[in-house]
């Protein structure tokens, strides 16, 4: 009796298992717009398969190859660039936040091999156009109009292909040029979760709402566009002194960070004026950085700025590194630990250090992956917006950050002042850190000075 009872409570088990199963995979897919390949769990299943097969390619791909052979180079690039487009066609059809990871990968152009960069830098705005017609249909489905009763003018071709929509140039009916960006009609479907916690600023409340954004059309092209600047003769080094300005405000005078700067979203222009104008786009991911973090961070910076190794290890301990204090100052720094105790004031990033940088991020992947492990997420989020400038820096064949780095600088001994200022209790102490500021500010001037006499 008893082994009966035992084998129909299983099979009943098994079919309410199975039962359950559907039912939580039908309402998942009602959710998601009845879309299968939209469930996270097929997604991150896609990705890790093709992590697994890249890893596995490497390895036996270059099994038993001599590093010294004349070939070994050109087999090595063949394997970089089918990887590349493994891994950037698993973005493509995730969409979303993978697309968003492929830009960033397309960014470090100074870290990771030329074949990855150039494969998946065209996710930037490159990525595969939607038809108009299904586009136009999320807009008439929001509106229950056609975009051309709205508008006296929209242009069909999309001026912007990008991660989670289309944009497109229209005129309303009054003159006015604006930009009319569309949410791609299955982003709802892949982030059903996400998008609950998302709002969208309303420039233009008529033709706005979750899924239509129609703002002010801003001027300009991509902040890395070499060609445009020399035609408008817009200094490089202004460009990135400008950047380094904006973001070094962020994040140690005002505490929060737009951590998806890539060139996509960062247009330059020239004014009427004569003067260039800097232009940040998609402001869908800030974060927002505590007052210690940003006296840590401002803390850890000069320590390196000064190749202060007590310090350096103090300050990193204070964001939770611990004894991988010299690997997380390679990390923020994207310069090696030799440089660092040198001086990375001293001299720009020689071709034989990045070779060197480069062939470490492998060598220590596992040690690296335990420093993100540990650090906050506002400090994740704040060293992918710094490869990012960097990247943009490297493209733009500017001298590897010296701009950004003085101006980061410069903000970073105000923070500190500021924090020491606070918890002063006489004029006279109060005096001294203004003094000890004027002092620092005055050093950054003359490095500055050093580096620009030295073409650096």
């Known amino acids: 009796m008893f082994f009966m009872v035992s084998g129909f409570l299983r099979r009943t088990l098994k079919v309410g298992f199975a039962c359950g199963t559907v039912a939580t995979t039908a309402v998942l897919l009602q959710k998601n717009g009845w879309e299968v390949s939209s469930l996270g769990v097929f997604r991150f299943s896609r990705a890790g398969f ?79 156009i939607t038809p108009v017609d299904k586009m136009f249909a999320v807009f008439k489905k929001e509106f229950n109009q056609e975009p051309k009763d709205v508008f006296s003018y929209i242009d069909p071709n999309p001026i912007g292909s990008a991660s989670l929509s289309q944009v497109y140039k229209a005129q309303l009916k009054d003159g006015t040029d604006v930009a009319v960006k569309i949410q791609y009609p299955q982003v709802k479907a892949r982030s059903y979760v996400d998008i609950k916690t998302m709002t969208i600023p309303k420039i233009y409340w008529k033709y706005s709402s979750d899924k239509i954004l129609t703002m002010e059309f801003c001027q300009g092209t991509a902040i890395d566009d070499q060609d445009f600047m020399k035609n408008n003769k817009i200094s490089v080094n202004e460009v990135s002194q400008k950047l380094g300005e904006v973001f070094s405000e962020m994040i140690f005078t005002h505490g929060y960070v737009h951590c998806d700067p890539h060139p996509g979203n960062l247009l330059v222009n020239k004014m009427k004026n004569g003067t260039t104008q800097i232009t940040l786009l998609d402001h869908g991911l800030y974060q927002t950085l505590s007052d210690e973090f940003r006296l840590n961070y401002s803390h850890l910076w000069m320590s390196l700025i000064n190749a202060d190794v007590a310090a350096i290890r103090q300050a990193a301990s204070n964001l939770n590194c611990g004894e991988l204090y010299g690997l997380f100052s390679c990390i923020v720094t994207a310069r090696s630990w030799d440089a660092i ?116």
């Open 341 to 456: 105790l040198h001086g990375i004031k001293k001299k720009p990033t020689s071709q034989s250090e990045m070779e060197q940088i480069q062939d470490n991020a492998t060598r220590y992947i596992v040690e690296i992956s335990d420093v993100l492990n540990r650090i906050p997420r506002e400090m994740l989020l704040v060293l992918k917006t710094n490869d990012v400038l960097r990247g943009i820096e490297s493209k733009l064949q500017i001298s590897k950050g010296a701009e950004s780095f003085l101006a980061m600088s410069r903000y970073c001994v105000r923070t500190i002042a500021e924090a020491e200022e606070f918890f002063c209790d006489s004029i006279m102490c109060k005096l001294k850190v203004r003094l000890r500021l004027s002092w620092y500010l005055l050093k950054i001037r003359l490095i500055g000075f050093y580096l620009r006499f030295f073409n650096f």
């Open 50 to 128: 093709a992590a697994l097969y890249l890893a596995c390619d490497y390895k036996i791909s270059l099994w038993n190859l001599d590093p010294n052979a004349k070939d070994y180079e050109a087999i090595k690039s063949s394997i970089h660039t089918r990887s590349a487009e493994r891994l950037r066609n698993v973005c493509l059809e995730n969409g979303g936040v993978f697309i968003k990871v492929g830009q960033h990968i397309g960014s470090l152009d100074y870290l990771l091999p030329k074949e990855y960069v150039s494969t998946m830098a065209l996710l930037y705005d490159k990525v595969p």
